[in-house]
Nanobody, 114 residues
Framework: QVQLVESGGGLVQPGGSLRLSCAAS????????MAWYRQAPGKQRERVAT???????NYANSVKGRFTISRDNAKNTVYLQMNSLKREDTAVYYC????????WGQGTQVTVSS
């Protein structure tokens, strides 16, 4: 079955960095667009970044210039490098296989606080 397992979340001070990872199994990883979403308390889930199978990327305006999405097809893993973190980046971050049939990971908590 399809599994997406996120890791790398945690507590970080404002201005700090974190790198999230999402390991996929049960799919032909290289053929699929992948994305990171996040959901803050009391807010709707929002898409943060997307990377296609051709390595084209797209970012939410709120994270442009600070976050970088990448993928390693040899490891079936997608990453989200987050720099210059702000308190408003605090959320549960989810990995998703995009497409007609989407699959979600379980999420990883990112807390930005001093």
């Amino acid at each position: 079955q399809v599994q997406l397992v996120e890791s790398g979340g945690g507590l970080v001070q404002p201005g700090g960095s974190l790198r999230l990872s999402c390991a996929a199994s049960g799919i032909i990883f290289s053929s699929n667009a992948m994305a990171w979403y996040r959901q803050a308390p009391g807010k709707q889930r929002e898409r943060v970044a997307t990377i296609t199978s051709e390595y084209s990327t797209n970012y939410a305006n709120s994270v442009k210039g600070r976050f970088t999405i990448s993928r390693d097809n040899a490891k079936n893993t997608v990453y989200l490098q987050m720099n210059s973190l702000k308190r408003e980046d605090t959320a549960v971050y989810y990995c998703k296989k995009e497409g007609i049939v989407g699959y979600w990971g379980q999420g990883t908590q990112v807390t930005v606080s001093s």
